[in-house]
């Protein structure tokens, strides 16, 4: 054999026993983390898959909607908004990074390229080592695995300030209080505000004893989980205008509460429909945090129905701040404002996955099924709380948790609580579907015809002349029906049809001739998914 020969057999010997190295794995397409969650894989195995892997895709509102319907976890959610935070950049592997350092770069270069990149990575100590003996430092190690610095603009902690001055007892256009309306919008703001963001919330003016000293924290600076939102909610529903207008004491007690996190990206929200009261100067406050706090997301300022005359002062707050003023100059304009800044929260919220699989429940996606029986129209299924105790007649909106418009449509519900269902059909009252339904699944489907039957009338020339059709419980007589609860039912003469929970009832003909109400029937067993005809 010559020299060349057992040099070529050589190297052919060496590469054949020479360990094969892992591929690295690929970006996970739309289709791979559908078909994880379908199959029901544990969720921290699904999260260190996308962890490692990356996404082939941008992780925007529209495909995170349909992992929640398809039942991904929050922290699968969670995991999949960070990894897709930064859309339009490129996603970089663990290949790539090897390559960089092969390439010669420096580590400042493989940090500037890890800061343009979403991913990150779960490295084990086989990793460690070899990107050690690439040179990688500790701070590129600390980067590839998350430990990298809020981008401008991220958003981990958050202070919202609202205004319950006197002056917010004033009327809007649409007849409501200002005080009315700002609870509606900030309650809303705080119910899809993103579990495990720390959020911290004060009020002030909302006591006319304490004059310029009423600031109040509704809740210290603290991770957001279900309990703490409905807390929130519960207090805003409460509130009520009352005294002076201290801006500059709120937002000096707001600063004091961002600044309990080191280093932390913030932004504050402060809705006011006026100008400080008390004599103090918050431009200069509000200057003073811009200097003294990260505000990477910045200050929002929303002028509520602002008097032109102090117009001036109140976007000084704003300007001093270096933040952004927002003119609200009716209801709508409010919700409008806010609604788009709470969308900017969930862009630029950058909260650890594991942080918010701790701050939030598992969420059960509630999907209302189309039924086989013929139904009227459905106009609305909706859920409270289960302890509220409510009757069907006596529920207010600020009850209602979540709430769908049609079939084939679905609510998130978290699975720490009990709720309440109920129906709407098109000309019937609203029903009680379910009871202390406690979801216990990723996916459940209700279907109404497994809880609700039908009643309808089918009247002749014998009857009088209908105002209308009623069902009350069995047994009630006409000088009963007021009584809270008896009367469960009552529709116009053209609808002759009565969605009505499982059941006994007493069916009632209200004459047109106001003349005493005519018994159709006295005790009428109301069956799930049946149609009861009375003729």
Sequence with gaps: MTPFSRAVAMLALFVSVAPAQPAAPKPLTQTDVLKLVELQLDEAAIVGRIEKAGLAFAADDAALGQFAKAGAPSGVLAALRKAGAEPGKKAISYDDVLALYRLGLENDAVLKRLAQSPTVFVLDAGQVAELKRAGASDAVLAAMQGGRPAPAGKLTDLAIVLDCSGSMSARTGDGR??????????????????????VTFIIYGHDAELVCKAVKVVRGLAPLDEAGRQEMIDVVRGLKPA?????????????????????????LILITDGMETCH???????????????????????????????????????????????????????????????????????????????ARPRVAQVEIEQPDVRFPELEEVFVIQADKGRHPSFIWRKDVLDSVTGYGKAMALTTDRKYDVYARFKGNKTVLLLKDFAPDRKLVKLNPQDYLGLVRVEADETLPAAKGYFAADAGVKPGDWLTPGSLHQDVAPEQKEMVLPVGAYSLWLARADEKPRLLLADKVEVKAGKAVVLK
Excluded: W
């Design 177 to 198: 209080t200002k005080m009315e309306v700002a609870r509606a919008v900030v309650a809303d703001l705080i119910a899809k505000l993103p579990a495990g963001l720390r």
């Design 280 to 358: 103090e100067d918050p431009a200069a406050e509000m200057a003073r945090l811009a200097r003294t706090l990260n505000l990477s997301f910045g200050l929002h300022v929303v002028g509520f129905d602002v008097k032109a005359e102090e117009r001036e002062m109140v976007e000084q707050i704003a300007k001093a701040g270096k933040g952004t003023y927002h003119a609200a100059g009716n209801a709508a304009k409010l919700a409008e404002i806010v609604g788009t800044v709470q969308r900017e929260i969930v862009e630029k919220v950058q909260v650890p996955a594991e942080e918010i699989a701790i």
């Design 243 to 267: 005294g002076h207008t201290p801006i500059a004491l709120a937002a000096r007690v707001a600063g004091a509460q961002l600044a309990r996190q080191a280093d932390a990206a913030c932004g």
